[in-house]
């Protein structure tokens, strides 16, 4: 037994906290917050690229959080942590809880054209095939994937952070950008929680570009705060900063959840006129990407608090307090 057994002891054993290679950085944060070690395990992919894990203790009766993120290498890291949790489930723990800070493939929420999949649901479904019983995860790309899963879980929001960062600068007379009209409904929260005005942009895609094409909303001589859900290439959040830049904003900062940042990204951000960019550390942000002008928050804090609460079977909605609409 290790120190931390009687503050987070449960019906399910005590907590061990595994990290896969996807965000470390991510996993050191959680570990130090919860004062409850990272439990060794081997991860090694042969020369055939064949992915090999091996637990270093027994974890027969414990409850089990496994942490990886399915950012960049996607593909690689969903696959290590469909190993990582059969090999959990061959170790008989008493549950497991897969925390998902980025879920790769949400795009692919429905069938939009023939003959196309739905990737979404079949991340969701493998998740629960290979053993987990549980999964957390951060600002899905549409609500309505939580229903692809079979297994319970918490689909959290780092907007609760983020509105917290802009409510501390005090911003005077600002306005609430949703930089897509699919995110409109969580930019209309986050503007509320933050006593804002909201403005929208409206765009329409043409093949693999976008086009932003008009604002609806107020927004000369305000400050402004662009929001989306996540950026990967950067153009919805560039065409917005032009679009709010036409109309005379004053100050335009930027805030997003999952920096994905996919060239030409860092390129169009580098080159915005904006004054600052906010984001998370959802997804792993290395130097060669890391702005003047960006401000990275951390979600450790958030998902401790949660894993916190699964594990002792206490309500995960009064960590948000005021944010709970956004569960």
Not at 191 to 214: C, N
Not at 270 to 294: G, Q
């Amino acid at each position: 037994m290790n120190d931390n057994d009687n503050e987070y002891g449960s019906a399910h054993g005590s907590i061990k906290l595994f990290s896969g290679t996807g965000c470390p950085e991510l996993a050191e944060e959680i570990s130090e917050y919860l004062r409850v070690p990272l439990t060794g395990r081997d991860v090694v992919q042969f020369p055939n690229e064949n992915i090999f894990v091996k637990l270093h203790e027994s974890i027969r009766g414990q409850d089990v959080f496994l942490i990886q993120t399915t950012s960049s290498p996607v593909n690689y890291n969903i696959m290590e942590m469909l190993i990582f949790l059969d090999a959990l489930k061959r170790a008989s723990p008493d549950r497991i809880t897969v925390v998902v800070p980025y879920l790769a493939y949400a795009r692919s929420d429905k069938k939009d054209q023939p003959r196309v999949p739905i990737t979404a649901r079949l991340v969701a479904d493998v998740i629960s095939v290979a053993g987990a019983d549980r999964y957390v995860t951060l600002d899905l790309h549409a609500d309505q994937i939580q229903g692809f899963f079979s297994i319970p879980g918490d689909s959290l929001t780092a907007f609760s952070i983020l509105s917290d960062y802009f409510r501390e600068k005090r911003l005077e007379d600002a306005v609430l950008v949703a930089a897509d009209l699919g995110f409109a409904k969580k930019a209309r929260d986050m503007a509320t929680e933050l006593d804002l005005p909201l403005a929208l942009v409206e765009k329409r895609r043409i093949s693999s570009s976008t086009e932003a094409l008009t604002l609806v909303g107020e927004v000369e001589g305000h400050d402004v705060i662009v929001v989306d859900d996540e950026v990967d290439t950067g153009g919805s959040m560039v065409n917005a900063v032009n679009i709010v830049r036409e109309r005379g904003a004053r100050n335009v900062y930027l805030c997003f959840a999952h920096a994905v940042l996919t060239p030409p990204a860092i390129e169009r951000l580098r080159e915005a006129d904006v004054k600052e960019i906010v984001t998370t550390n959802s997804v792993p942000i290395p130097e060669e990407k890391r702005l003047d002008n960006m401000t990275i928050l951390s979600v450790a804090s958030l998902l401790s608090e949660v894993i916190q609460r699964v594990h002792e079977g206490r309500s995960v909605g009064e960590v948000f307090r005021h944010y709970q609409r956004y569960e």
